[in-house]
Nanobody
Framework: QVQLVESGGGLVQAGDSLRLSCTAP????????MAWFRQAPGKTREFVAA????????NYTDSVKGRFTISRDNTVNTLYLRLNGLKPEDTARYYC?????????????????WGQGTQVTVSS
């Protein structure tokens, strides 16, 4: 069992930046492919970005390409998501997720472990 804990969300203005973090207390994430998803009120959970276990491969949904950057530091057991140029439509609860394999990385139900999420709210 892997417990994931997100942090770094907040209330910001359009154009601002944030860095989200996801740690796994008591576990290691280095053998897992990781991803960020987000869910806005009244909407389904949406894929944002994914990264392979050693960070060699990354993928993003089109709406965040060039603005968001996923990264990981396995030495400190942490996954990151840098959010630049935030827009009001980025407002959502952001979740990190883990699974063994870096395939179908944009499919939420393929992930085995989830955090509780961190809220990002972007005002216009």
């Amino acid at each position: 069992q892997v417990q994931l804990v997100e942090s770094g969300g907040g209330l910001v203005q359009a154009g601002d930046s944030l860095r989200l973090s996801c740690t796994a207390p008591g576990s290691t994430i280095r053998t897992y492919a990781m991803a960020w998803f987000r869910q806005a009120p009244g909407k389904t959970r949406e894929f944002v970005a994914a990264i392979s276990s050693f960070g060699i491969s990354t993928n993003y949904t089109d709406s965040v390409k060039g603005r968001f950057t996923i990264s990981r530091d396995n030495t400190v057991n942490t996954l990151y998501l840098r959010l630049n140029g935030l827009k009001p439509e980025d407002t959502a609860r952001y979740y990190c997720a883990a699974r063994k394999y870096f395939v179908r990385y944009d499919v939420a139900h393929e992930y085995d472990y989830w955090g509780q999420g961190t809220q990002v709210t972007v005002s216009s």
